[in-house]
Protein backbone atom coordinates (compact mmCIF):
# COMPACT_ATOMS: atom_id res chain seq x y z
CA UNK A 1 0.00 0.00 0.00
CA UNK A 2 1.19 3.70 -0.83
CA UNK A 3 2.68 5.59 2.42
CA UNK A 4 -0.88 7.66 3.43
CA UNK A 5 0.11 8.63 6.73
CA UNK A 6 2.54 11.24 6.49
CA UNK A 7 -0.37 13.02 4.22
CA UNK A 8 -3.05 12.71 7.18
CA UNK A 9 -0.68 13.83 9.62
CA UNK A 10 0.34 17.09 7.56
CA UNK A 11 -3.70 17.87 7.32
CA UNK A 12 -4.65 17.30 11.15
CA UNK A 13 -1.32 19.57 11.71
CA UNK A 14 -2.82 22.32 9.58
CA UNK A 15 -6.20 22.18 11.18
CA UNK A 16 -7.76 20.82 7.52
CA UNK A 17 -8.77 17.53 8.54
CA UNK A 18 -12.59 16.66 7.83
CA UNK A 19 -14.40 14.62 9.95
CA UNK A 20 -18.37 13.55 9.28
CA UNK A 21 -21.19 13.85 12.38
CA UNK A 22 -23.47 11.17 12.10
CA UNK A 23 -27.08 12.42 11.94
CA UNK A 24 -29.43 10.44 13.86
CA UNK A 25 -32.59 12.17 12.81
CA UNK A 26 -34.97 13.24 10.03
CA UNK A 27 -33.55 16.78 8.58
CA UNK A 28 -34.79 19.81 10.03
CA UNK A 29 -33.04 22.55 11.76
CA UNK A 30 -32.90 20.57 15.45
CA UNK A 31 -30.41 17.52 14.56
CA UNK A 32 -29.07 14.43 16.44
CA UNK A 33 -25.47 14.40 15.56
CA UNK A 34 -23.50 11.90 17.38
CA UNK A 35 -26.28 11.63 20.01
CA UNK A 36 -26.71 15.20 20.91
CA UNK A 37 -29.33 17.37 20.07
CA UNK A 38 -28.31 20.69 18.22
CA UNK A 39 -29.58 23.62 16.90
CA UNK A 40 -28.40 23.52 13.74
CA UNK A 41 -27.88 26.32 10.83
CA UNK A 42 -25.53 24.34 8.24
CA UNK A 43 -28.21 22.43 6.17
CA UNK A 44 -29.52 23.36 1.98
CA UNK A 45 -33.05 22.77 3.09
CA UNK A 46 -33.89 26.46 2.81
CA UNK A 47 -37.64 25.90 2.35
CA UNK A 48 -37.79 23.32 5.01
CA UNK A 49 -38.80 20.46 2.19
CA UNK A 50 -36.47 17.81 2.70
CA UNK A 51 -38.52 16.11 5.29
CA UNK A 52 -42.50 17.56 4.34
CA UNK A 53 -44.90 14.86 4.85
CA UNK A 54 -46.77 15.18 1.37
CA UNK A 55 -43.20 14.64 -0.25
CA UNK A 56 -42.70 12.21 1.41
CA UNK A 57 -45.86 10.58 0.76
CA UNK A 58 -45.33 10.81 -3.21
CA UNK A 59 -41.71 9.17 -2.18
CA UNK A 60 -43.04 6.30 -0.87
CA UNK A 61 -46.24 5.78 -2.92
CA UNK A 62 -44.16 5.55 -6.26
CA UNK A 63 -41.78 3.43 -4.61
CA UNK A 64 -44.49 0.94 -4.49
CA UNK A 65 -45.69 1.43 -8.05
CA UNK A 66 -41.96 1.62 -9.13
CA UNK A 67 -39.74 -0.52 -6.33
CA UNK A 68 -36.75 1.27 -5.67
CA UNK A 69 -33.95 1.19 -7.94
CA UNK A 70 -34.32 1.93 -11.57
CA UNK A 71 -32.16 -0.58 -12.66
CA UNK A 72 -30.76 0.81 -15.75
CA UNK A 73 -29.26 4.04 -17.51
CA UNK A 74 -31.27 6.13 -18.91
CA UNK A 75 -30.72 5.12 -22.41
CA UNK A 76 -31.22 1.57 -21.70
CA UNK A 77 -34.54 0.90 -19.47
CA UNK A 78 -34.20 3.24 -16.50
CA UNK A 79 -36.02 5.72 -17.85
CA UNK A 80 -39.38 5.95 -16.12
CA UNK A 81 -42.69 7.72 -17.14
CA UNK A 82 -41.63 9.51 -14.02
CA UNK A 83 -38.75 10.86 -14.53
CA UNK A 84 -40.25 11.96 -17.87
CA UNK A 85 -43.12 14.20 -16.44
CA UNK A 86 -40.37 15.21 -13.98
CA UNK A 87 -38.89 16.37 -16.76
CA UNK A 88 -41.64 18.12 -18.34
CA UNK A 89 -42.76 20.08 -15.12
CA UNK A 90 -39.18 21.48 -14.53
CA UNK A 91 -38.81 22.74 -18.41
CA UNK A 92 -42.45 23.99 -17.65
CA UNK A 93 -41.11 25.67 -14.10
CA UNK A 94 -37.93 27.20 -15.37
CA UNK A 95 -39.38 28.56 -18.78
CA UNK A 96 -37.05 26.85 -21.13
CA UNK A 97 -37.78 24.22 -24.30
CA UNK A 98 -36.96 21.16 -22.42
CA UNK A 99 -35.36 19.81 -18.96
CA UNK A 100 -32.88 16.72 -18.63
CA UNK A 101 -32.48 15.12 -15.22
CA UNK A 102 -29.15 13.89 -13.66
CA UNK A 103 -28.64 11.74 -10.55
CA UNK A 104 -26.60 14.99 -8.92
CA UNK A 105 -25.14 18.50 -9.94
CA UNK A 106 -21.59 17.08 -9.75
CA UNK A 107 -21.90 15.19 -13.06
CA UNK A 108 -24.65 17.50 -14.54
CA UNK A 109 -21.97 19.93 -14.78
CA UNK A 110 -19.08 17.98 -15.81
CA UNK A 111 -22.06 17.19 -18.65
CA UNK A 112 -22.07 20.68 -19.87
CA UNK A 113 -18.76 21.23 -20.12
CA UNK A 114 -17.71 17.71 -21.41
CA UNK A 115 -20.29 17.50 -23.77
CA UNK A 116 -19.91 21.13 -25.27
CA UNK A 117 -16.33 22.19 -25.50
CA UNK A 118 -13.32 20.52 -26.17
CA UNK A 119 -9.77 21.10 -26.19
CA UNK A 120 -9.81 24.10 -28.64
CA UNK A 121 -11.94 25.69 -26.93
CA UNK A 122 -12.25 28.45 -23.39
CA UNK A 123 -14.08 28.25 -20.27
CA UNK A 124 -14.33 31.46 -18.06
CA UNK A 125 -15.08 30.93 -14.77
CA UNK A 126 -15.14 33.33 -11.36
CA UNK A 127 -12.36 31.82 -9.55
CA UNK A 128 -14.86 31.44 -6.57
CA UNK A 129 -17.28 28.84 -8.74
CA UNK A 130 -18.12 25.51 -7.30
CA UNK A 131 -15.88 22.83 -7.20
CA UNK A 132 -17.97 20.96 -9.65
CA UNK A 133 -17.79 23.67 -12.12
CA UNK A 134 -13.68 23.67 -12.08
CA UNK A 135 -13.52 20.02 -12.66
CA UNK A 136 -16.12 19.81 -15.18
CA UNK A 137 -13.47 22.38 -17.25
CA UNK A 138 -10.53 19.90 -16.28
CA UNK A 139 -12.71 16.96 -17.94
CA UNK A 140 -13.46 18.90 -20.83
CA UNK A 141 -9.99 19.43 -21.80
CA UNK A 142 -10.95 23.16 -22.46
CA UNK A 143 -8.39 26.02 -21.40
CA UNK A 144 -10.02 27.74 -18.38
CA UNK A 145 -9.78 30.93 -17.68
CA UNK A 146 -10.22 32.30 -14.56
CA UNK A 147 -11.80 35.91 -13.32
CA UNK A 148 -11.32 37.36 -10.15
CA UNK A 149 -14.56 37.29 -8.14
CA UNK A 150 -17.49 39.07 -9.67
CA UNK A 151 -14.92 41.10 -11.79
CA UNK A 152 -16.74 41.25 -15.04
CA UNK A 153 -14.56 43.46 -16.39
CA UNK A 154 -11.66 41.37 -16.05
CA UNK A 155 -14.01 39.33 -18.24
CA UNK A 156 -14.33 41.76 -20.54
CA UNK A 157 -11.08 41.74 -21.64
CA UNK A 158 -10.11 37.83 -21.40
CA UNK A 159 -13.17 37.41 -23.79
CA UNK A 160 -11.78 40.02 -26.10
CA UNK A 161 -8.26 38.42 -26.11
CA UNK A 162 -9.50 35.34 -26.92
CA UNK A 163 -12.14 36.72 -29.52
CA UNK A 164 -10.30 37.42 -32.70
CA UNK A 165 -11.66 37.31 -36.31
CA UNK A 166 -9.34 33.78 -37.12
CA UNK A 167 -10.74 31.97 -34.48
CA UNK A 168 -14.49 32.20 -34.81
CA UNK A 169 -14.72 28.42 -34.45
CA UNK A 170 -13.13 28.55 -31.00
CA UNK A 171 -16.27 27.65 -28.92
CA UNK A 172 -16.70 30.06 -25.48
CA UNK A 173 -18.30 29.16 -22.70
CA UNK A 174 -18.66 31.40 -19.29
CA UNK A 175 -19.80 28.97 -16.34
CA UNK A 176 -20.92 30.83 -13.30
CA UNK A 177 -22.23 29.96 -9.89
CA UNK A 178 -25.38 31.74 -9.87
CA UNK A 179 -25.98 32.20 -6.10
CA UNK A 180 -21.91 31.59 -4.80
CA UNK A 181 -22.58 28.67 -2.38
CA UNK A 182 -19.49 29.94 0.08
CA UNK A 183 -19.95 33.47 -0.19
CA UNK A 184 -23.81 33.63 -0.66
CA UNK A 185 -23.61 37.34 -2.94
CA UNK A 186 -25.26 36.41 -6.68
CA UNK A 187 -23.42 37.21 -9.84
CA UNK A 188 -24.41 40.21 -11.75
CA UNK A 189 -26.77 37.75 -14.56
CA UNK A 190 -27.95 40.86 -16.41
CA UNK A 191 -24.28 42.07 -17.20
CA UNK A 192 -22.83 38.65 -17.54
CA UNK A 193 -25.30 37.88 -20.18
CA UNK A 194 -24.48 41.40 -22.01
CA UNK A 195 -21.24 40.29 -22.10
CA UNK A 196 -21.46 37.13 -23.68
CA UNK A 197 -23.87 37.78 -26.55
CA UNK A 198 -21.22 40.33 -27.37
CA UNK A 199 -18.51 38.36 -27.51
CA UNK A 200 -20.15 35.52 -28.94
CA UNK A 201 -20.00 33.40 -26.33
CA UNK A 202 -22.70 31.23 -24.12
CA UNK A 203 -23.44 31.67 -20.32
CA UNK A 204 -24.43 28.87 -18.48
CA UNK A 205 -25.54 29.39 -15.01
CA UNK A 206 -25.61 26.54 -11.99
CA UNK A 207 -28.42 28.04 -9.60
CA UNK A 208 -28.12 25.54 -6.86
CA UNK A 209 -28.48 27.95 -3.90
CA UNK A 210 -31.01 29.97 -6.21
CA UNK A 211 -33.56 27.30 -7.78
CA UNK A 212 -36.33 27.14 -5.05
CA UNK A 213 -35.55 30.53 -2.84
CA UNK A 214 -35.30 33.02 -5.64
CA UNK A 215 -37.66 34.63 -8.40
CA UNK A 216 -41.14 35.52 -7.81
CA UNK A 217 -42.03 31.62 -8.21
CA UNK A 218 -39.47 30.04 -6.75
CA UNK A 219 -37.57 29.41 -10.01
CA UNK A 220 -34.52 30.78 -9.57
CA UNK A 221 -32.09 33.88 -9.91
CA UNK A 222 -32.57 33.90 -13.22
CA UNK A 223 -36.31 34.28 -12.78
CA UNK A 224 -35.19 37.25 -10.53
CA UNK A 225 -33.13 38.75 -12.80
CA UNK A 226 -35.60 37.91 -15.97
CA UNK A 227 -33.57 36.44 -17.65
CA UNK A 228 -34.92 33.65 -20.47
CA UNK A 229 -33.28 30.48 -22.63
CA UNK A 230 -32.39 33.55 -24.90
CA UNK A 231 -30.11 35.24 -22.50
CA UNK A 232 -28.75 32.27 -20.83
CA UNK A 233 -28.96 28.99 -22.60
CA UNK A 234 -27.97 26.70 -20.09
CA UNK A 235 -29.35 26.67 -16.71
CA UNK A 236 -28.36 24.09 -14.18
CA UNK A 237 -30.16 23.16 -10.92
CA UNK A 238 -30.08 20.71 -8.10
CA UNK A 239 -32.60 19.23 -6.50
CA UNK A 240 -31.24 18.00 -2.84
CA UNK A 241 -30.80 22.02 -1.61
CA UNK A 242 -34.02 23.87 -1.59
CA UNK A 243 -36.32 21.40 -3.56
CA UNK A 244 -35.49 18.97 -0.52
CA UNK A 245 -35.40 15.48 -2.57
CA UNK A 246 -32.33 14.23 -4.76
CA UNK A 247 -30.39 15.33 -8.20
CA UNK A 248 -30.23 17.82 -10.42
CA UNK A 249 -31.16 19.28 -13.93
CA UNK A 250 -30.06 20.96 -17.19
CA UNK A 251 -32.47 22.87 -18.97
CA UNK A 252 -32.83 24.66 -22.43
CA UNK A 253 -33.44 24.12 -25.44
CA UNK A 254 -33.97 21.00 -27.77
CA UNK A 255 -30.67 21.09 -28.97
CA UNK A 256 -28.48 21.17 -26.32
CA UNK A 257 -30.82 18.86 -24.15
CA UNK A 258 -30.63 16.31 -27.63
CA UNK A 259 -26.48 16.69 -27.24
CA UNK A 260 -26.35 15.88 -23.62
CA UNK A 261 -28.64 12.61 -24.58
CA UNK A 262 -26.30 12.14 -27.36
CA UNK A 263 -22.44 12.88 -26.07
CA UNK A 264 -22.61 13.64 -22.45
CA UNK A 265 -20.54 11.01 -20.75
CA UNK A 266 -21.77 11.64 -17.27
CA UNK A 267 -25.35 11.21 -18.19
CA UNK A 268 -24.88 8.19 -20.47
CA UNK A 269 -22.73 5.92 -18.55
CA UNK A 270 -24.74 5.96 -14.95
CA UNK A 271 -27.23 4.45 -13.08
CA UNK A 272 -30.68 6.29 -13.51
CA UNK A 273 -31.38 7.65 -9.77
CA UNK A 274 -34.68 5.91 -8.39
CA UNK A 275 -37.72 7.22 -9.71
CA UNK A 276 -39.34 7.66 -6.49
CA UNK A 277 -37.30 10.22 -6.27
CA UNK A 278 -38.34 12.15 -9.90
CA UNK A 279 -42.03 11.75 -8.05
CA UNK A 280 -41.25 13.46 -4.98
CA UNK A 281 -39.36 16.26 -7.05
CA UNK A 282 -42.68 16.60 -8.70
CA UNK A 283 -44.43 16.66 -5.60
CA UNK A 284 -42.18 19.69 -3.99
CA UNK A 285 -42.05 22.00 -6.97
CA UNK A 286 -46.24 22.10 -6.62
CA UNK A 287 -45.41 22.93 -2.92
CA UNK A 288 -42.31 25.59 -3.93
CA UNK A 289 -45.16 27.24 -6.29
CA UNK A 290 -48.01 27.40 -3.76
CA UNK A 291 -46.35 27.70 -0.67
CA UNK A 292 -44.92 31.34 -1.34
CA UNK A 293 -45.03 31.67 2.65
CA UNK A 294 -41.78 29.86 2.80
CA UNK A 295 -39.91 32.49 0.46
CA UNK A 296 -41.61 35.01 2.54
CA UNK A 297 -40.07 34.28 6.06
CA UNK A 298 -37.12 32.69 4.99
CA UNK A 299 -36.32 36.47 3.68
CA UNK A 300 -37.36 38.06 7.07
CA UNK A 301 -35.53 36.09 8.57
CA UNK A 302 -32.57 36.91 6.81
CA UNK A 303 -33.23 40.44 7.20
CA UNK A 304 -33.57 39.64 11.02
CA UNK A 305 -30.33 38.09 11.34
CA UNK A 306 -28.37 40.94 9.56
CA UNK A 307 -30.29 43.60 11.75
CA UNK A 308 -29.45 41.69 15.11
CA UNK A 309 -25.62 40.95 14.03
CA UNK A 310 -25.19 44.72 12.71
CA UNK A 311 -22.87 46.52 15.28
CA UNK A 312 -21.93 43.38 16.78
CA UNK A 313 -17.69 42.18 16.63
CA UNK A 314 -18.65 39.73 13.45
CA UNK A 315 -18.96 41.40 9.96
CA UNK A 316 -20.74 39.89 7.84
CA UNK A 317 -20.33 39.49 3.49
CA UNK A 318 -22.24 41.13 1.33
CA UNK A 319 -24.99 38.74 0.87
CA UNK A 320 -28.96 38.91 1.07
CA UNK A 321 -29.72 34.69 0.40
CA UNK A 322 -30.06 32.66 3.02
CA UNK A 323 -25.96 32.12 3.22
CA UNK A 324 -24.71 34.15 5.39
CA UNK A 325 -21.13 33.13 6.12
CA UNK A 326 -18.30 35.11 9.24
CA UNK A 327 -15.22 35.02 7.89
CA UNK A 328 -12.62 34.17 10.86
CA UNK A 329 -9.44 33.06 8.50
CA UNK A 330 -7.65 31.09 10.28
CA UNK A 331 -8.09 27.38 10.46
CA UNK A 332 -7.69 26.00 13.79
CA UNK A 333 -9.83 29.71 15.21
CA UNK A 334 -12.65 28.59 13.17
CA UNK A 335 -12.65 24.99 14.43
CA UNK A 336 -12.38 26.62 17.97
CA UNK A 337 -15.42 28.51 17.44
CA UNK A 338 -17.63 26.33 15.80
CA UNK A 339 -16.81 23.71 18.86
CA UNK A 340 -17.90 26.73 21.31
CA UNK A 341 -21.15 26.98 19.39
CA UNK A 342 -21.51 22.94 19.79
CA UNK A 343 -21.39 23.11 23.75
CA UNK A 344 -24.11 25.95 23.16
CA UNK A 345 -26.11 23.57 21.58
CA UNK A 346 -25.61 24.87 18.25
CA UNK A 347 -23.94 23.40 15.07
CA UNK A 348 -22.43 25.70 12.44
CA UNK A 349 -20.17 23.67 10.12
CA UNK A 350 -16.46 25.73 10.10
CA UNK A 351 -15.71 25.71 6.40
CA UNK A 352 -12.25 25.56 5.17
CA UNK A 353 -9.72 25.59 2.61
CA UNK A 354 -9.46 24.18 -0.41
CA UNK A 355 -13.24 24.82 -0.21
CA UNK A 356 -12.92 28.26 -0.04
CA UNK A 357 -8.86 30.04 -0.45
CA UNK A 358 -6.56 29.81 1.77
CA UNK A 359 -6.68 32.16 4.94
CA UNK A 360 -10.57 32.73 4.63
CA UNK A 361 -11.67 30.05 6.85
CA UNK A 362 -15.35 30.46 7.64
CA UNK A 363 -18.39 29.66 9.63
CA UNK A 364 -20.53 29.12 6.67
CA UNK A 365 -24.26 29.89 8.68
CA UNK A 366 -27.52 29.28 6.47
CA UNK A 367 -30.99 30.05 7.66
CA UNK A 368 -34.13 27.90 6.57
CA UNK A 369 -37.64 28.67 6.54
CA UNK A 370 -38.03 26.38 9.59
CA UNK A 371 -36.35 28.58 12.01
CA UNK A 372 -37.89 30.86 13.92
CA UNK A 373 -36.94 34.40 15.21
CA UNK A 374 -35.73 32.88 18.80
CA UNK A 375 -33.53 30.80 16.87
CA UNK A 376 -31.47 33.46 15.40
CA UNK A 377 -31.22 34.79 19.07
CA UNK A 378 -29.76 32.26 20.42
CA UNK A 379 -27.11 31.69 18.04
CA UNK A 380 -26.31 35.06 18.09
CA UNK A 381 -26.00 35.08 21.91
CA UNK A 382 -23.74 32.30 21.38
CA UNK A 383 -21.55 33.55 19.25
CA UNK A 384 -21.19 36.78 20.74
CA UNK A 385 -20.31 34.89 24.42
CA UNK A 386 -17.76 33.17 22.55
CA UNK A 387 -14.19 33.93 22.88
C1 LIG B 1 -24.17 21.58 -4.28
C2 LIG B 1 -23.68 22.19 -5.52
C3 LIG B 1 -23.41 21.42 -6.65
C4 LIG B 1 -23.44 19.91 -6.62
O1 LIG B 1 -24.73 19.43 -6.59
P1 LIG B 1 -24.99 17.96 -5.99
O2 LIG B 1 -26.35 17.61 -6.45
O3 LIG B 1 -24.85 18.10 -4.51
O4 LIG B 1 -23.92 17.08 -6.58
C5 LIG B 1 -23.05 22.06 -7.81
N1 LIG B 1 -22.94 23.39 -7.85
C6 LIG B 1 -23.15 24.17 -6.77
C7 LIG B 1 -23.00 25.65 -6.88
C8 LIG B 1 -23.52 23.59 -5.57
O5 LIG B 1 -23.70 24.34 -4.49
Redesign the pocket.
Known amino acids: MFDLKPELDRRREAGLYRQRSIVSSAQSVRLTINGQSLLSFSS ?1 DYLGLANHPDIKKSFINATEQYGVGSGAAHLITGHSQLHHECELRLAEFTGRDRALLFS ?3 MA ?1 LAIASALVGRHDIIHQDKLN ?1 S ?2 IDAAKISGAKLKRYRHSDLDQLKSQLALSTTDDNTSVRQLIMT ?1 GVF ?1 MDGDCADLNRLSQLASESNSVCMV ?1 D ?2 GFGVLGATGAGLLEQCGLGQQQVPILMA ?1 L ?2 AIGTS ?2 FVAGSDALIETLIQQARPYIYTTASPPAIAAATICSLDIVKRDHWRRDKLQTLIVYFQQRMKNTKFKLMPSDTAIQPIVIGNNNQVLLLSEQLLKSGIQVTPIRPPTVPAGSARLRITLSTLHEKTDIDQLIKALLASQ
Open positions: NNGYNHSLDSDAHTGKGA
